[in-house]
């Protein structure tokens, strides 16, 4: 035998080592996956859920139809299995595809842990977020009794399509909300990218940083900035204006669930905590108040106004229906916009103390006059500012720490909301028995409900 037959034959043998060694150990995988397969197989493919844990007395529980068939969810779940889950390959799915495999993944991987989670989960999640960002048209459950997007446990509801969105406000409509299904334009296809404005910036306004896709179906939750960052985190931004997203979304938040005509053990306890959540925001925002002046003014850096003894101010004021008279003031610049982009009033920058000393003989303010009406009256901004200063006081000595009452009333509510408790009382804030901190023109009357326990 020559020395070339040696090193072959030597060679070929390594090879046929080599393959028999991958047919064993791909065997094995077969066989592992066959396993995690039956395990699954066990707990079944998902189907939707409800909507939420609200339970109506008497009705029984909505299940919107499955919009896949079993046949359908058998094809697609078999891409659970692929190690490395190719993009491509999920590329034609559509929307509720996409949505029920990584719901499948989701739940079966706490049944029997899936190779290559952890990746494929993050790749289907992106193609998800990617079809809502690139989407021409957003369909959105707005609240036909505040004429916002409806927050629902903290979350809005988006659809990918009309029929979708128009079937849970259906279902909606048993637990005696007032939605409309709307079709709202992605963006506002300005040509210029500086005025360039997406569905999704104007929720940054109202405060909105979490949605569901398709709720009712096969459904993901989202994070509104995995979309657009906030205007301050643009690069280029030059836009100091006044903008208090958490303020409004705790007036939307509170106007929510006051105007919902319902009566449920809880109320009482998780409006307090709303509304007294609401009220700390507005005292601690920054204003744009409409307003006219003569004589010496000094601009400040952040729009702030600076009068000197010969200043002359003239502020506008908003009669209300029982002969009442408030400050309208804004909490940014769309809803400055809305009354007064056009008027003789010119926008000045004020903070909640400041704006207690103009209000004058007025009965209180009136936030953002064209879109929520939240009126505070004279009496209670006096009893929030006293609270405020008293607060600074208290933690100046060491007695609270500066962010705990905001956390504390937070848990409040959610403890009501699950019925898991009577929402705390705020020790700060003190009002005569049974007053409320805002005024509401509203006289809804109630019906008798039941959320579930």
Request: net charge negative.
């Amino acid at each position: 035998m020559g020395l070339l037959d040696l090193f072959g034959s030597k060679k070929k043998k390594e090879e046929e080592e080599e393959l028999l060694r991958q047919q064993e150990e791909n065997a094995k995988k077969e066989e592992a996956l066959e396993e995690l397969k039956a395990k699954h197989a066990e707990q079944g493919w998902p189907s939707p859920d409800r909507l939420n844990p609200v339970r109506v007395a008497g009705v029984e529980d909505d299940i919107l139809e499955d919009p896949l068939t079993p046949e359908r969810k058998e094809e697609v779940g078999q891409m659970l299995y692929e190690e490395d889950l190719s993009p491509e390959s999920i590329r034609f799915l559509s929307v509720q595809e996409l949505l029920f495999l990584l719901t499948a993944q989701e739940r079966l991987n706490k049944v029997a842990p899936i190779p290559g989670f952890e990746a494929n989960h993050r790749k289907i999640y992106n193609e998800i977020l990617g079809r809502v960002r690139d989407a021409k048209m957003l369909y959105v459950l707005y609240d036909q009794l505040t004429g916002y997007p409806f927050i629902d446990h903290g979350y809005i509801n988006i659809y990918s399509s009309q029929e979708y969105a128009e079937n849970a406000a259906k279902v909606f409509e048993k637990q005696y909300r007032r939605l409309l299904a709307r079709p709202c334009k992605a963006d506002n296809e300005a040509e210029s990218a500086k005025d360039r404005r997406s569905f999704f910036d104007y929720l940054y306004y109202l405060g909105i940083e979490n949605f569901i896709v398709d709720n009712g179906y096969y459904r993901a939750h989202f994070r509104r900035n995995e979309i657009v960052a906030a205007p301050g985190d643009w690069g280029n931004n030059t836009d100091t204006s006044p903008k208090n997203p958490q303020l409004v979304f705790s007036i939307l938040d509170f106007l929510g669930e006051v105007r919902w005509p319902v009566k449920y053990e809880k109320r009482n306890e998780v409006l307090a905590a709303k509304e007294l959540r609401m009220a700390r925001a507005a005292q601690e925002a920054i204003y744009i108040v409409p307003m006219q002046h003569e004589g010496p003014v000094e601009v400040m850096p952040d729009g702030r106004f600076k009068f000197t003894k010969d200043t002359k101010i003239r502020f506008p004021e908003i009669k209300t229906k029982n002969e009442k008279h408030f400050l309208p003031v804004c909490t940014d610049g769309l809803e400055y916009t809305k009354m007064f982009g056009r008027s003789e009033f010119k926008g000045a920058v004020f903070t909640f103390p400041d704006i207690l000393k103009f209000v004058g003989e007025k009965d209180g303010i009136i936030i953002n006059p064209a879109g929520q009406k939240i009126m505070i009256p004279r009496d209670r901004m006096l009893v929030l500012q006293m609270a405020a200063q008293q607060a600074a006081i208290d933690n100046q000595k060491g007695k609270k720490k500066p962010a705990k009452k905001l956390s504390e009333t937070e848990q409040a509510i959610q403890s009501a909301l699950n019925g898991k408790g009577i929402a705390a009382k705020d020790e700060d804030v003190k009002l005569p028995e049974n007053e409320s901190i805002v005024e509401l023109d509203d006289d809804a009357p109630m019906t008798e409900f039941a959320p579930e326990e």
